[in-house]
């Protein structure tokens, strides 16, 4: 699964309080639904709290300079032509 970058260019307090918030969904469980006394009351999430913690954790590494990697030891090498004893 690639990252659509939905989270890119949030300030670091930002994504830092939507993880937090996803990780407690996901701990705790999801409030989707609620009903009592002929009343009722549902939330639906545009994605998975498990998705939206991949796209915050993405955006916080190309924030902090630690993004996904770009090429594999077996592209470097190839490209290269380094190969360790």
């Known amino acids: 699964m690639s990252p659509s970058g939905i989270y890119v260019g949030l300030p670091l307090v930002d994504l830092q309080a939507i993880k937090t918030s996803l990780i407690a ?25 498990q998705d939206a913690l991949f796209e915050v954790n993405y955006a916080l590494g190309l924030l902090n300079n630690t993004g996904p990697a770009r090429a594999t030891h077996f ?7 380094f190969h360790p004893a």
């Open 75 to 81: 592209d470097v090498r190839r490209r290269t032509g």
């Open 25 to 49: 969904r996901i701990t705790n469980g999801d409030l989707t639904s609620i009903s009592g006394a002929s009343k009722s009351s549902s939330r639906n999430f545009a994605m998975s709290p």
